[in-house]
Antibody, heavy 119, light 107 residues
Framework: DVQLVESGGGLVQPGGSLRLSCAAS????????MTWVRQAPGKGLEWVAN????????SYVDSVKGRFTISRDNAKNSLYLQMNSLRAEDTAVYYC????????????WGQGTLLTVSS | DIQMTQSPSSLSASVGDRVTITCRAS??????LNWYQQKPGKAPKLLIY???SLQSGVPSRFSGSGSGTDFTLTISSLQPEDFATYYC?????????FGQGTKLEIK
């Protein structure tokens, strides 16, 4: 079975940094696009960033460009999101997702990890 | 960037009803439109991809249609487990934006 397990969330002060991780299992990690999606408390879904199988292509939503960096380690079957200059509006549950081959649709989701940015 | 707008934002219906949710893109996205279902406290679940393809394991009462800028998700006969929030997402060009969601509630 596909498993995506996020970790690294927590409470951070505004302006701080944090790195989220996603441990993948049950599939050939290096064969799939991977994406981070977030959801602020009581709000809708927001697509954050994605990364190609070999890490050669990355895209970001405008609100995180220059502050967040998505990366992956195929040898460790892991996806990461380095988040810098955090703001209150970054407070959300962050989901790691696996892309459906050939389509930018999230076919598998982790359980999410909560990031709270507050002083 | 492409903006996605869903209507209605909320909807009350009864078990057995036929329900339609609409999603509109700010520019043509061909058939690159996906639908998700999310229940409280849970991760979203992919229902429909490329506008009308049913994801494996999803009941056939769910269907999708549309192309270009206008799309619909239809549930032919609502079941108790279908009361949830539904999101559309465009997968035409990054950033792959979501609609604001439609909350389907029991009447």
């Amino acid at each position: 079975d596909v498993q995506l397990v996020e970790s690294g969330g927590g409470l951070v002060q505004p302006g701080g940094s944090l790195r989220l991780s996603c441990a993948a299992s049950g599939f050939t990690f290096s064969s799939y696009w991977m994406t981070w999606v977030r959801q602020a408390p009581g709000k809708g879904l927001e697509w954050v960033a994605n990364i190609k199988q070999d890490g050669s292509e990355k895209s970001y939503v405008d609100s995180v460009k220059g502050r967040f960096t998505i990366s992956r380690d195929n040898a460790k079957n892991s996806l990461y999101l380095q988040m810098n200059s955090l703001r209150a509006e970054d407070t959300a549950v962050y989901y790691c997702t696996r892309g459906k081959p050939g389509i930018a649709a999230a076919v598998d989701w982790g359980q999410g990890t909560l990031l709270t940015v507050s002083s | 960037d492409i903006q996605m707008t869903q209507s209605p934002s909320s909807l009350s219906a009864s078990v057995g009803d036929r329900v339609t949710i609409t999603c509109r893109a700010s520019q043509s996205i061909s058939s690159y439109l996906n639908w998700y279902q999310q229940k409280p406290g849970k991760a979203p679940k992919l229902l429909i991809y490329t506008a009308s393809s049913l994801q494996s394991g999803v009941p056939s009462r769910f269907s999708g249609s549309g192309s270009g800028t206008d799309f619909t998700l239809t549930i032919s006969s609502l079941q108790p487990e279908d009361f949830a929030t539904y999101y559309c997402q465009q997968s035409s060009s990054a950033p792959y934006s979501f609609g604001q969601g439609t909350k389907l509630e029991i009447k």
